[in-house]
Each structure stands twice: as structure tokens, then as C-alpha cells.
């Protein structure tokens, strides 16, 4: 009974992390959709270069929020005879992905900020109106929004797709703020602002993208929780008093999921029955006291055995 209620709660989380992240990723969508539109016709008509480059990055934003969901619709698979052990890797690849086209997008407006500084033909850049300029300010406040109300739901489900996107939103509302200093320098009569802050933007979005890959590389890595995480199941294991001690605690990361192996020892003189009963609490204690951990195998070694053989 313990274990089929263990893999319902575990198919309910699957399903609220999908739910979760379908509706912060629609929602993302439609945003994007609207403020892509809004800025590429202010920038028409406004006459901005910056503006309508700042349009083409709000797009890019929507085919990066549909790769996360496709990630996090294949990530939260069923186990099936091929793989095992699920599909969580599957949003890392997404997010790797991910942070690829935020490189790119930051790389395309780095090359052509330095093109344009270099080039020092400042007077043929036109001056653009003050509708751009009110584009600018209201994509800083929309996408800085919405940074904040993804990452909020990525640290909720420990999504690392979901928080690729979230930097996504932040490099564009970066991208609005050079723009922003850019519309703001050129009505000022210092055109090469404009080029000066959008490769400052690039530097920004290129740490990030290089956070979003190195996080999401870790996970398709095998390598064991923090400190932290290992001494608070040990102390969840040892909390049995039928355990006598613990002999080897190995943890591996798979994707954003925990599988813990663990050799106890107990009374050597326990029947097989018994034995198993204690592995079987252990299990339980474990799955109940850290919703993460998706596997655990407890293996029982006899403690009189294991004290002989140390004396010897």
C-alpha cells in the first residue's frame, strides 16, 4: 500500500510540475507575442533601429518558451522499457538548447554594437521619436516582470528550462535598456550611445547563458548532492532505531532528481523478514522526508559480521 501511494504522489508531482510549467510558459507566450508586436510598430514608426532590433528579440523569446515546453513535456515521460529511469535529462538538453540561442541572440547584438562603433559613420544614424522611447521603458517593466514570475516558478519546481527562460526575459529587458539609453543618447545628440550599451548588454547576456549551460551540464553529469543535502538524509536514516549504524551513503543528481544508495547495518541475528522490514522503513523514511529522491536502494549488512571483521 505504502508503495503505490508513494508512485500516485510521485505521478501527482509529475503532473504539477508539468502544470506549473505549462501555464507560466503560456503565459510567457502571449506576452511576448503582444510586446514583440507593439515594439516592432513603435519602432516603424519611430524611426529605430534599436527598437525594431529589440522587436526581433522579443520574438526570439517565444520560439525559446516553446523549446521549454516541449523540454518539460519529455522530461516528465513515464519510465517505459528504454529508459528506466525516466526522462528528467531531457529538460537539461532543452536548457542547454536554450542557452545556446540566448548566446547567439547576445553575440548577433554584440557584432553589430562593434560594427557600428567602429565604423564612425555616427552622423547617418537617424534620430528616432519619443514613441520608442516609451516602448523602451514599458518592455524594461514587462520583461523584468516576468524574469521575476518565472524564476519564481522555476526555483518552486527546480526547473532549469524553466529558469533559462527566466534569463531570457531578463537579456531582453537588458536589450530594452540599452535600447532605452541608445533612443535617449541619439535625441540627445550622441548617436554612438546606442552601440556602447548594447555591447554592454551582450557581456550581461553572455554570462548568463554561460550560468544557464554550466547548470544544466552538471545535472546531465553524474555527481552526488551537496553536503548539506547528504548529512540530512543520513540523519534520516539514523533516526531508525533498529539501524546500528551506517556503512556507505552514495547520492547521484539525475537531472533535477535524487537517487540514493545506502548500506545500513543491523542486529545480525535479524531473520530475513526482519531484515527487510528495516530497508523497507528506511526506503519509506527517505521518500516521505525529501520529495526529490525519485530511486533508493538500501542495502543491510549484519553488524556483528562487519564489527568481526574490522577486529580481525
Not at 11 to 33: C, L, M, P
Not at 98 to 121: P, Y
Not at 249 to 264: H, M, P, S
Request: with cysteine; proline share 2%.
Amino acid at each position: 500500500m505504502e508503495k503505490n501511494n508513494g508512485a500516485i504522489m510521485e505521478k501527482r508531482t509529475e503532473n504539477d510540475f508539468q502544470a506549473i510549467a505549462n501555464r507560466v510558459s503560456f503565459i510567457t507566450i502571449i506576452e511576448n507575442a503582444v510586446l514583440s508586436l507593439i515594439k516592432l510598430l513603435a519602432g516603424i514608426i519611430a524611426h529605430s533601429g534599436a527598437m525594431i532590433s529589440d522587436a526581433v528579440h522579443s520574438a526570439s523569446d517565444v520560439f525559446s518558451t516553446i523549446v521549454v515546453i516541449i523540454g518539460i513535456k519529455l522530461a516528465s515521460k513515464e519510465a517505459d522499457k528504454e529508459h528506466p529511469y525516466g526522462h528528467e535529462r531531457l529538460e537539461c538538453v532543452a536548457a542547454i538548447l536554450l542557452s545556446v540561442v540566448l548566446f547567439i541572440t547576445g553575440l548577433g547584438i554584440g557584432a553589430d554594437a562593434l560594427r557600428k562603433i567602429t565604423s564612425g559613420n555616427y552622423s547617418e544614424l537617424q534620430t528616432p521619436g519619443v514613441l520608442a522611447l516609451a516602448a523602451a521603458i514599458i518592455s524594461i517593466a514587462a520583461k523584468e516582470g516576468m524574469y521575476w514570475y518565472t524564476r519564481h516558478y522555476a526555483k518552486k519546481i527546480d526547473s532549469s528550462a524553466l529558469m533559462a527562460d527566466a534569463w531570457h526575459h531578463r537579456s531582453d529587458a537588458f536589450s530594452s535598456i540599452g535600447a532605452l539609453i541608445g533612443i535617449a543618447g541619439a535625441r540627445l545628440g550622441f548617436p554612438v550611445m546606442d552601440p556602447i550599451a548594447s555591447l554592454v548588454i551582450f557581456l550581461f547576456i553572455a554570462k548568463a547563458a554561460f550560468d544557464i549551460f554550466k547548470d544544466a551540464m552538471n545535472k546531465m553529469v553524474d555527481h552526488s548532492c551537496d553536503e548539506e543535502t547528504e548529512k540530512a538524509i543520513y540523519d534520516c536514516v539514523m533516526k531508525n532505531d533498529r539501524v546500528m549504524g551506517i556503512d556507505m551513503l552514495q547520492t547521484r543528481v539525475f537531472g533535477n532528481k535524487i537517487y540514493v544508495d545506502v548500506e545500513i547495518c543491523a542486529d545480525g541475528s535479524c531473520t530475513l523478514r526482519e531484515a527487510h522490514s528495516i530497508a523497507e522503513s528506511v526506503h519509506n523514511d527517505i521518500e516521505r522526508s525529501f520529495p526529490k529522491v525519485k530511486h533508493i536502494m538500501v542495502h543491510v549488512n549484519p553488524a556483528d559480521e562487519i564489527s568481526s571483521e574490522e577486529e580481525r
